[in-house]
C-alpha cells in the first residue's frame, strides 16, 4: 500500500475519533421554529430550542412537579396575591450580564407590555413586580391565580438578557440572549439552528456537549432516515407507525412520555347560526356519538397502540384525571337507544378534519363506528388555517382539533369551556361549570382544586361540548449511545445529564 | 440586438404587474384567517389584534397592494409575518440554494436526455430504442417524492453513501455540498431527462428525414459528423425553447424536492409560507419567480437567435 495513502487514511481516522469527544449533539424537529424571542414565540419546536437556550424561574419534575431553575425557592403569601421568590446568586447571561431581581422585574414587564408579546394573558393576573432584594422578586397578583407557577415554568417564566432585549427590541429574536446551558451561535431559516455549550452556565457540569444544532426535517420518513444513515442523533416525533421499525433497528432506542395535550371532536354547541343543529342542540346525540366510538380500537387501528385512549382534557395518566369517569367501552346499542329517544332513526353530521393522512384515517375510522349506531359522518377535509378560522368562526358542526397541552390543568380546559373564553369555539356555556373552573384558578391547595375539577368533568361529560378521543405520546428515537434522556410529558428535550457513550 | 432585449423588457413589466396583482388577490380569496395562522394556538387576542394592526390586514385590499407595490419599486418585498426577517433578506438566502439544485439537475438531465434521445432517434426501431423509451416513460411516470424516499433508503440507511438530507453551501464546503446536492439533483434532473429525451429524439427524427441531410450523407460524409455536426445542430433549436420551458417543471419539482431532501431553497420557502399565510413571502416568491421566468425565456430566445442565423434577418 502507498505510504501516503496510509498515513493520510490514519489521519482520518483520527480525526474521527476526535470528533468523537467533542461531540456535537444533532436533533432533528419536525418544523422550524418561529421567532427566538420567548415573549414573541408561538411554536412548539421554538420551546423545545428554548429548553437548552433559556432558562426559566422554574422547571418542571417529569410528574409535573415544579422544582427551582433560576428562583431557588418561593412562597405565596396575602391570601394568595403575593408571591415571593428567592432567585439564584452568580448566574450571568450569555453576553455576561447578571441575573438578579431587576432582571426578573424588567422580564415580566416586557412580557406584559412589548407590543408584539404573545405572553399577556399568560402573565394577566399580575398586576405588578416588586425588587425586594438584588436576589428576591415579589409579585403582586389582582387576583389569587393558581396557573401562575406553571407559566412561569414556561415561556412566561424565562428569562433574557436586559441590556440586549433593549437595545434589540422586537428584533431580540434574531440574536437571542438569555441564560440557559447553551448560547446562540447561528441559524440558518428552515435549515437549522446552532446553540454552543455556554462554559459559565450555573450548572455546566451537567451538560455534556460542546454544541446542540437543530434541524427541522417535516417529513416522518426522512427523519428517520437520517437517523438510521448516523446524520443525526435525535429526533422528536416519531410517526407511531414507525414505532416498530425504530424499535427493530439495533442501533436505535426509543422513549415516550403521553403528552400533555389531547384530540378530540369539538361540538358547535352555541356558536352562531351553525350551532342549530341537533347535533349542538341535544346532548343525547353528542352522548350517542361518543358511545359509538372504541377508543381503544381507534388507538389500535391509526395508532398501532402506541397512543392513549382518553375522554377527558387531561390523560389518565395525569394526578388531575377524574378516575370515577374512566374512558367508556363501546356500546352500540346505548347509542341507538338514545338517537330513538330523541327521535332520530338514523342522523347524518358533518365533522370537519385537517386534511392531513392521519387524522383523516381518524375521522374515517370514527365514520366506521358511528355508522354502525346510525349516525352518518360526513367528512369535510379543510387545509389546516381554513379549519382553524372556521372553527373560530362557527363555521362548522363538529371538528376534530386537539390541543397541545398545559402543565397546569387550567390550561387544557378553562379557556375551552367557560362562557365566552378565547378557545371556546363550541361556544359552550354554563355558568355551573364557569364557578367551579374559576374557583379552582382562585385557590392553590390542590386537594380543594381537585374537587372542583372533578365537578365540573362530571358536567362536561353529560353535555359534551368536546368529545375527546386520544391522547398522543411524545416519541423520541435516538442513536443507542445517547444515555441519559429522560422522557417528559411536555414533550421538550433537556439535556441535562445526557451523555454520549463512545 | 440591443433595442430587441430592450423591447422585450419593456414587455415584460406589466406582466410582472399583472401576476403581482392576480397573486395578491388570489392570496386574499384564500380560505384560512392569516392573523389565526401566526398568533399561535392560544390565539390571545391582543396578539390577533396586534398582528392585524401591523401588517395592515383591515386596511382595503387596493391600500394593501398599493403599500406593498411601492416598496417593491424601491426594493423592499416586507417583512415575513412568521420570522420578522425581510422578505429580500429571506429571498437572498434561499434563492442560491435553489439555483445550484437546478443547475445540477438541468446538468443531469442534459447529460442523460441529449444523448439518449440522439441516440434512440438515430437507432430508431431497435432495442435501444425501445429500452430508452421505456425508462423514459417511467421517468416521467415515477413520481418524485417516491424516487427520492426510495434514494434516501437506498444510498443513505442502506449503503451509508451519502447523507440522507441537509444543505452546505458550496462557498463553505464544495464537496459537503456536492454530496448533500446530488441524490436531489439528480432526482430532479431524471423527471426532466425523460421530457428532454423525447423531445431529442423527436426533433433529430424531425431533422434526418430533411433533404440536407441526405445531402450530407449522399457527400459520404461519415454518419458521426452527420449526427453531430448536421442533424443534431439544427435540432437543437426546439430542445433550448423546451429547455426554457422546463425551467417552470424545476420550479415545481423542485418544490417537492426541496420538501422531502430538507433542502432550504425556494420551493420550501414557499410551501411553508402558504401554509401559514406568510402573504409577504408568497408576494416575494412568487415576483421574484416570475422575474426569473421572464429572464429565462429572453435569454433563450437570445441564444435561439444566435443558434438560427435565419433569425437575424428578422430584426
Redesign the interface.
Given at each position: 500500500m502507498n505510504r501516503k495513502f496510509l498515513a493520510t487514511l490514519l489521519l482520518s481516522v483520527a480525526a474521527m475519533t476526535g470528533q468523537a469527544f467533542a461531540h456535537d449533539l444533532r436533533i432533528a424537529l419536525q418544523s422550524d421554529a418561529d421567532v427566538l424571542d420567548p415573549d414573541q414565540s408561538r411554536t412548539f419546536v421554538g420551546r423545545i430550542v428554548y429548553t437548552s437556550l433559556c432558562d426559566k424561574l422554574v422547571d418542571i419534575t417529569p410528574g409535573l412537579k415544579i422544582i427551582p431553575q433560576l428562583a431557588t425557592e418561593w412562597s405565596w403569601g396575602d391570601d394568595g396575591k403575593t408571591l415571593t421568590m428567592k432567585l439564584r446568586e452568580g448566574v450571568t447571561f450569555h453576553d455576561g450580564e447578571p441575573f438578579n431581581a431587576k432582571a426578573v422585574a424588567y422580564n415580566i414587564n416586557r412580557s406584559k407590555t412589548l407590543p408584539e408579546s404573545r405572553r399577556k394573558s399568560e402573565l394577566a393576573s399580575v398586576d405588578s413586580t416588586e425588587v425586594v432584594g438584588d436576589y428576591e422578586i415579589r409579585f403582586h397578583l389582582k387576583q389569587p391565580d393558581a396557573t401562575l407557577m406553571a407559566q412561569l415554568a414556561d415561556r412566561a417564566g424565562m428569562m433574557i438578557a436586559p441590556q440586549a432585549a433593549e437595545k434589540e427590541g422586537a428584533d431580540f429574536g434574531a440574536n437571542p440572549v438569555c441564560s440557559g446551558p447553551f448560547k446562540f451561535k447561528e441559524r440558518v431559516a428552515q435549515d437549522r439552528i446552532v446553540l454552543t455549550k455556554y462554559d459559565n452556565y450555573w450548572n455546566a457540569d451537567k451538560f455534556h456537549f460542546d454544541s446542540v444544532t437543530f434541524l427541522p426535517i417535516p417529513d416522518t420518513t426522512v427523519r428517520l432516515a437520517n437517523l438510521r444513515s448516523g446524520d443525526i442523533d435525535m429526533l422528536e416525533r416519531l410517526a407511531a407507525t414507525d414505532l416498530a421499525a425504530a424499535k427493530a433497528d439495533p442501533n436505535l432506542k426509543v422513549e415516550a412520555a403521553t403528552s400533555l395535550g389531547y384530540q378530540g371532536i369539538t361540538i358547535n354547541t352555541g356558536n352562531g347560526e351553525h350551532s342549530k343543529t341537533p347535533l349542538g342542540e341535544d346532548k343525547r346525540l353528542r352522548q350517542a356519538l361518543s358511545l359509538s366510538i372504541d377508543r381503544d380500537a381507534l388507538n389500535q387501528v391509526v395508532f398501532e397502540g402506541a397512543f392513549q385512549a382518553g375522554n377527558q382534557s387531561i390523560s389518565p395518566s395525569s394526578p388531575w384525571y377524574d378516575n370515577s369517569n374512566p374512558v367508556p367501552a363501546r356500546d352500540v346499542e346505548k347509542a341507538k337507544a338514545l338517537l330513538k329517544e330523541a327521535g332520530y332513526d338514523r342522523l347524518e353530521i358533518e365533522m370537519s378534519v385537517p386534511n392531513n393522512p392521519v387524522q383523516t384515517q381518524v375521522v374515517q375510522v370514527l365514520q366506521a363506528m358511528a355508522a354502525e349506531a346510525n349516525i352518518d359522518i360526513k367528512i369535510v377535509s379543510k387545509e389546516f388555517a381554513k379549519l382553524l378560522s372556521d372553527d373560530s368562526s362557527g363555521d362548522f358542526m363538529a371538528s376534530q382539533i386537539g390541543w397541545s397541552g398545559r402543565v397546569d390543568p387550567d390550561g387544557n380546559i378553562h379557556a375551552f369551556v367557560t362562557c365566552k373564553a378565547g378557545l371556546n369555539d363550541s361556544g359552550y356555556c354554563n355558568p355551573e361549570v364557569d364557578k367551579l373552573l374559576n374557583a379552582a384558578r382562585a385557590t392553590s391547595d390542590d386537594e380543594a382544586r381537585k374537587k372542583d375539577y372533578d365537578a365540573a368533568n362530571a358536567i362536561l361529560l353529560d353535555e359534551l361540548p368536546i368529545i375527546y378521543l386520544y391522547h398522543e405520546k411524545w416519541i423520541w428515537a435516538m442513536n443507542k449511545k445517547l444515555e441519559g434522556f429522560t422522557a417528559y410529558p411536555d414533550g421538550m428535550i433537556r439535556l441535562e445529564n445526557v451523555t454520549y457513550a463512545d | 440586438m440591443l433595442s430587441y432585449i430592450l423591447r422585450r423588457l419593456a414587455i415584460a413589466i406589466p406582466t410582472l404587474i399583472l401576476v403581482s396583482m392576480f397573486i395578491f388577490t388570489l392570496q386574499k380569496i384564500l380560505?384560512?384567517?392569516?392573523a389565526?395562522?401566526?398568533?399561535?394556538?392560544?390565539?390571545?387576542?391582543?396578539?390577533l389584534e396586534?398582528i392585524r394592526e401591523?401588517y395592515k390586514l383591515n386596511d382595503p385590499i387596493y391600500e394593501q397592494y398599493l403599500a406593498w407595490a411601492g416598496g417593491a419599486l424601491k426594493g423592499d418585498l416586507g417583512i415575513s409575518l412568521?420570522?420578522?426577517?425581510p422578505v429580500t433578506e429571506?429571498i437572498g438566502?434561499?434563492l442560491p440554494v435553489t439555483i445550484q439544485l437546478a443547475v445540477m439537475a438541468i446538468i443531469i438531465a442534459f447529460i442523460i436526455g441529449i444523448p439518449m434521445g440522439v441516440l434512440s432517434a438515430v437507432k430508431k426501431g431497435t432495442v435501444f430504442d425501445y429500452i430508452a423509451n421505456i425508462v423514459a416513460l417511467s421517468g416521467l411516470s415515477i413520481p418524485n417524492f417516491w424516487l427520492g424516499?426510495m434514494l434516501?433508503?437506498l444510498v443513505?440507511?442502506n449503503l451509508?453513501w451519502l447523507?440522507?438530507?441537509?444543505?452546505v453551501s458550496p462557498f463553505i464546503d464544495p464537496l459537503r455540498s456536492l454530496e448533500t446536492m446530488i441524490m436531489p439533483a439528480f432526482v430532479l434532473g431524471t423527471a426532466l431527462a425523460a421530457t428532454l429525451m423525447r423531445h431529442t429524439r423527436s426533433a433529430m427524427l424531425g431533422v434526418l428525414r430533411a433533404d440536407y441531410v441526405r445531402t450530407a450523407r449522399s457527400k459520404g460524409l461519415g454518419e458521426t459528423v452527420v449526427v453531430i455536426k448536421h442533424a443534431f445542430r439544427n435540432a437543437l433549436l426546439p430542445i433550448v425553447t423546451m429547455t426554457a420551458l422546463l425551467f417552470g417543471e424545476l420550479l415545481a419539482g423542485a418544490v417537492l424536492t426541496e420538501?422531502?431532501?430538507?433542502i432550504?431553497g425556494f420551493g420550501?420557502?414557499i410551501v411553508?409560507a402558504v401554509?401559514?399565510?406568510d402573504y409577504a413571502v408568497v408576494q416575494g416568491v412568487v415576483l421574484c419567480t416570475a422575474v426569473g421566468y421572464l429572464l429565462i425565456n429572453l435569454v433563450a430566445d437570445i441564444v435561439y437567435f444566435l443558434l438560427n442565423p435565419r433569425m437575424r434577418s428578422v430584426l
Open positions: - | 380560505p384560512g384567517d392569516p389565526l395562522a401566526l398568533a399561535g394556538e392560544e390565539r390571545d387576542a391582543a396578539a396586534f401591523k412568521r420570522t420578522n426577517q429571506l438566502q434561499k424516499i434516501i433508503l443513505s440507511v451509508g447523507p440522507a438530507s441537509g444543505y420538501q422531502i431532501f430538507t432550504p420550501k420557502l411553508d401554509f401559514t399565510r
